[in-house]
């Protein structure tokens, strides 16, 4: 089955600057990539996806790029704000498992204001 | 549409107890998910239904637990009996399949077992 990884599990920063989370996936077959955003108290939220054709795609201060051939794949925040400050998901999904993402172990990202 | 909706929010009981946990999926979507939650084991994918049907329960934990969904709108997870260690937030997540997309999870409901 697919096995997601990602680093770090931690990350602080100052606001303002730029945080970066990765993650590898094992499974080629794999072709949706979300991230999910989770603030205290609620349930993972989507804030960006990629499918496997594009390369990257932008939302103001949110990127994800994809290297299929490396099989990894990256969140980018710009400009980061202390409502940043939330644990990030990613999960990999293909179209044989009704639906099913194999999600990362989370980044505890921190905006330090 | 209203989002996913769990039902109780939150939930205390006693161990041995029976809990039962209710959700009910965004309209239309096709695929229903069960997650656990703790700061040990992070998000566990338990079992997931498309079109009403199991496909998948292999992250069940225990005989303990089990979980229906008669029909395309209701989902229920049930623990019989509880125990101290089912203490987690329990999250509902519903989803289309095609095309392939997001999932929606629901607020989840928080259980503590005493």
């Known amino acids: 089955g697919e096995n997601v990884e990602q680093h770090p599990s931690t990350l602080s920063v100052q606001e303002g600057d730029s945080a970066v989370i990765k993650c590898t996936y094992s499974?080629?077959?794999?072709?949706?990539f979300p991230w999910y955003k989770q603030e205290l108290g609620k349930g993972p939220q989507l804030i960006i996806d990629?499918?496997?054709?594009?390369g990257e795609k932008k939302d103001q201060r949110i990127a994800v790029t994809l290297n299929k051939t490396a099989k990894h794949f990256s969140l980018h925040i710009t400009e980061t704000q202390p409502e940043d400050s939330a644990v990030y998901f990613c999960?990999?999904?293909?179209?044989?498992?009704?639906?099913?993402?194999?999600f990362g172990d989370g980044t505890t990202l921190t905006v330090k204001p | 549409d209203a989002g996913v909706i769990q039902s109780p929010r939150h939930e205390v009981t006693e161990m041995g107890q029976e809990v039962t946990l209710r959700c009910k999926p965004i309209?239309?979507?096709?695929?229903l998910f069960w997650y656990r939650q703790t700061m040990m084991r992070g998000l566990e994918l338990l079992i997931y239904f498309n079109n009403n049907v199991p496909i998948d329960d292999s992250g069940m934990p225990e005989d303990r637990f089990s979980a229906k969904m008669p029909n395309a709108s209701f989902s229920t997870l049930k623990i019989q009996p509880s125990e101290p260690r089912d203490s987690a937030v329990y999250f509902c997540a519903s989803s289309w399949t095609s095309p392939l997309g997001e999932q929606f999870f629901g607020p989840g409901t928080r259980l503590t077992v005493l």
């Open positions: 999960a990999a999904s293909d179209n044989t498992n009704a639906g099913k993402s194999t």
């Open positions: 990629i499918r496997s054709n594009v």
């Open positions: 499974d080629s077959a794999s072709n949706y």
């Open positions: 309209s239309g979507h096709n695929s």
